[in-house]
């Protein structure tokens, strides 16, 4: 079955330490996105990448980090400096680097920080 | 820049009601439009979209048409099932403005009682 895969569901995390989250997909497509969810807000955009080797700063990607080595995935790490990491991350990809096609979601993980 | 209003919620209806869930955007190009819903834990799912000016977006009995005169792409459904209770984001893209990008509104939180 195609589709994103992302792992771990549930994180926890203690203060200062960084962490990956992992995310895979399996449709062939060209661009990936992460995004942040917070309770009550909308969605709101980290990191993204139209091709490999080559991805943008969204809107908070302050504390964050990424990596685009391969088609199929793109993780990103959390570092010590996101002052508030605790949140659901959701990853995306779409099969047009323009994106103004629909965006397929991933599952999620919730990271805590404990 | 590119916004997405969604009328406040949470909204909670009876089985077999009508629901109405306004969505108005601002955009300086020509979006695509897009709802999106969330179950409780999960990642998104396109639920229908518009690419342009009187298209209209069907799918599960939902249906929102793109209204440019009144920036708006409203959601409606004649008849809510208890299945129907989630969270539901209106999104537009704007290629000519914010190439890969999703903007999203802030959700509405539907629940459907039976």
């Known amino acids: 079955d195609g589709g994103i895969t992302q792992s771990p569901k549930y994180l926890f995390r203690k203060e200062g330490q960084n962490v990956t989250l992992s995310c895979e997909q399996n449709?062939?497509?060209?661009?990936m996105y992460w995004y942040r969810q917070d309770p009550g807000q909308g969605l709101r955009l980290i990191y993204y990448?139209?091709?490999?080797?080559?991805?943008q700063k969204g809107d908070i990607a302050e504390g964050y980090s990424v990596s685009r080595e391969k088609k199929e995935s793109f993780p990103l790490t959390v570092t010590s400096a996101q002052k508030n990491p605790t949140a659901f991350y959701l990853c995306?990809?779409?099969?047009?680097?323009?994106?103004?096609?629909?965006?397929?979601f991933g599952p999620g993980t919730r990271l805590t920080v404990l | 820049g590119n916004s997405v209003t969604q009328m406040e919620g949470p909204v909670t209806l009876s089985e077999e009601a009508f629901l109405t869930i306004n969505c108005t955007y601002t955009?300086?190009?020509?979006?695509?439009l897009f709802w999106y819903v969330q179950y409780p834990g999960e990642g998104l799912q396109l639920l229908l979209k518009a690419t342009k000016a009187d298209d209209k977006g069907s799918n599960k009995g939902f249906e929102a048409t793109y209204r440019k005169e009144t920036t708006s792409f409203h959601l409606e459904k004649g008849s809510v099932q208890v299945s129907d209770s989630a969270v539901y984001f209106c999104a537009l893209s704007d290629r000519e403005t914010s190439g890969s990008r999703l903007t999203f509104g802030e959700g509405t939180q539907l629940t459907v009682n039976p």
């Open positions: 990448s139209q091709i490999v080797n080559d991805f």
């Open positions: 995306a990809s779409s099969p047009l680097p323009g994106g103004w096609d629909e965006q397929f």
């Open positions: 449709l062939n497509h060209d661009a």
């Open positions: 955009a300086t190009g020509y979006p695509s």
